[in-house]
């Protein structure tokens, strides 16, 4: 019996990404012995069971349920899972969906919780999770002594997601009977992103308050063109209005989940910008302040004018 279980998330009928990276998190950790299953709650789970059949992937668990987003059911077969099979570990991508009941099902099972967990590893036989604390400044080495299961939800872009194929068997559940806490009224789709895909963009060159005018905005938009990249912009840009939320990376924007090329461009580097990006590989950061806080994860650091360095890359491209 599966002693690693993913819950896997899916809208609108469509199986989530970062549920292949939370089931790569947990084969990372994945031991001879162990058997990993992925939970898929679904009106028709059957459909969803082709796209989880990844490498790796030992069991589906077609859990027969509402079609829409309700977090009590999601705690209910959360919590039967962990009853009746004692799992090592229980987890879900990072998220609000995942923040809605994940905490709520370690409750019920008495278990260990780590959420926003960006690397896992054995001590031993013991699991150790890695999160940021004090507003991303460290990173914490979680245990869980005394607890046989760990719920935890793990950061997107942490993983590579689970790909090839696999032959996994198939076992059929009934959601258990909750009483009703929530409604589903309607599902609102985000703001058509006109295209704009930071999450899937490998080069991104994100502009923040150096920019200084909306009107200097442009020429960084016909750079990252001309460059093959991606524009993006800290917060104060898209609140401004002078970019489109869907260009923002950070907490409160998008993950730049596939990012491999990084260019900051007057950008400081605050805790919540860092928290879309400070996980790529290759960090190139252009400041005039020789302090700001994007040079202490940047591969690359360059304390210059923007715009000057802007005109020196449109010489060459």
């Known amino acids: 019996m599966a002693n690693l279980i993913v819950i896997a998330e899916q809208r609108d009928g469509a199986l989530r990404e970062t549920t292949l990276e939370a089931i790569a998190g947990l084969k990372s950790i994945k031991q001879d012995g162990d058997e990993l299953a992925v939970a898929i709650v679904a009106g028709d789970p059957q459909a969803h069971v082709q796209a989880l059949s990844v490498e790796g992937v030992d069991e589906v668990i077609a859990v027969k349920a509402s079609d829409d987003f309700q977090p009590d059911q999601l705690e209910a077969v959360i919590a039967a899972l962990g009853q009746e099979r004692k799992p090592r570990v229980i987890a879900a991508a990072h998220g609000v969906d995942a923040w809605s009941y994940i905490p709520a099902a370690a409750v019920k099972l008495d278990s260990g919780l780590a959420t926003d ?5 054995l001590d031993g036989d013991d699991l150790v999770a890695t999160r940021a604390g004090y507003a991303e400044k460290v990173l914490v080495d979680l245990d ?8 935890l939800t793990i950061r997107g872009g942490t ?9 996994p068997k198939v076992t059929e559940m009934n959601a258990p009977e909750t009483d009703v806490a929530t409604t589903h009224e309607g599902w609102q789709p985000p703001a058509d992103s006109g295209g704009i895909d930071i999450p899937g963009s490998e080069f991104i060159m994100s502009i923040g308050r150096g920019v200084a005018d909306e009107a200097n905005v442009e020429q960084f ?10 524009l993006g912009c800290s917060r104060p840009i898209a609140d401004n209005g ?3 939320k869907a260009r923002q990376v950070g907490q409160s924007g998008q993950l730049a ?11 400081s580097g605050s805790v919540q910008h860092q928290w879309g ?8 950061a252009v400041n005039t302040d020789p302090e700001a806080s994007i040079f202490s994860i940047a591969r690359y650091g360059i304390v210059g004018d923007m715009f000057e360095i802007a005109e020196e890359l449109e010489n060459h491209f």
């Open 242 to 244: 002078w970019l489109p």
């Open 277 to 284: 990006m400070k996980h790529v590989e290759n960090i190139v």
């Open 257 to 267: 989940a596939s990012c491999k090329l990084y260019v900051a461009m007057g950008i």
């Open 221 to 230: 938009l016909e750079l990252a063109e001309s460059m093959g990249a991606t």
């Open 159 to 167: 993983f590579e997601p689970a790909g090839g194929s696999g032959s």
């Open 144 to 151: 869980f002594p005394g607890k046989d299961t760990v719920l």
């Open 117 to 121: 967990v960006m690397k896992l590893a």
